[in-house]
């Protein structure tokens, strides 16, 4: 249940992690305001996706976009931001009522090294924040902070005022990006989407 502003005409970059696909997903650092929004879909992992070398920059110093980001999962609709330079990846189940829903939205942003603090216990401290990484939603509930080889995984539960989701934050440490989301109730299997959902953020590439 991410609260951001996902639609790249003005936004507003919070420092963050958790709201609704609907609302978007906060930049990770200041968005150009009024900028035109230019979307494009990826697919089940397929396309346009890139990397960058460690903290972002190319090797003449450049930052680099992510709209080549490699995505580390399968069964999800991408879709690039290029206003934000940033990811959204949704799964989706049929419900019993006939419908589909979206169990499952990730957001992938560029690591904000400003407001972000690497180490993951101070993290998810900030976490608990109301605002940190989405207007009106925080992290009342940490249940593991566990480290991986690129960075580290914290789990919890995200809440925005009117839902409360199983939540998850992962740092990719090479491109260098925070990948977060959120599983809601809707979902077949609560524990089995969110480990392939943590598995595909760890497994992003340059």
């Not at 502003?5 to 609907?22: Q, R, Y």
């Not at 605002?131 to 566990?146: E, N, Q, R, V, Y």
């Not at 919890?156 to 409360?164: A, L, R, S």
Request: charged share 30%.
């Amino acid at each position: 249940m991410m609260k951001a502003i996902w639609i790249g005409v003005t936004t507003l970059a919070l420092a963050g992690c958790g709201k609704k696909s609907e609302e978007g997903s906060a930049a990770a650092g200041s968005a150009a305001k009024g900028a035109p929004t230019e979307i494009t879909k990826a697919g089940d992992n397929t396309t346009a996706k890139v990397g960058l070398d460690t903290g972002g920059k190319a090797l003449g110093g450049e930052k680099v976009k992510l709209n080549k980001l490699k995505f580390g999962g399968t069964g999800f609709d991408g879709e690039y931001n290029e206003a934000l330079d940033s990811w959204k990846y949704e799964k989706w189940e049929p419900q019993k009522d006939g419908t589909n829903d979206n169990v499952v939205t990730i957001y992938v942003d560029g690591w904000n090294n400003e407001d972000w603090p690497v180490d993951a216990e101070a993290f998810a401290t900030k976490l608990g924040t109301p605002d940190f990484l989405d207007m009106g939603s925080k992290w009342p509930k940490i249940d593991a902070k566990t480290p991986h080889a690129g960075g580290w995984v914290i789990t919890g539960e995200v809440n925005d005022g009117t839902d409360q989701d199983t939540a998850f934050a992962v740092r990719v440490d090479k491109p260098g990006v925070l990948c977060r989301g959120y599983v809601k109730k809707t979902a077949k299997d609560k524990a089995k989407t969110l480990a392939e959902s943590i598995e595909a953020c760890k497994g992003i590439t340059p």
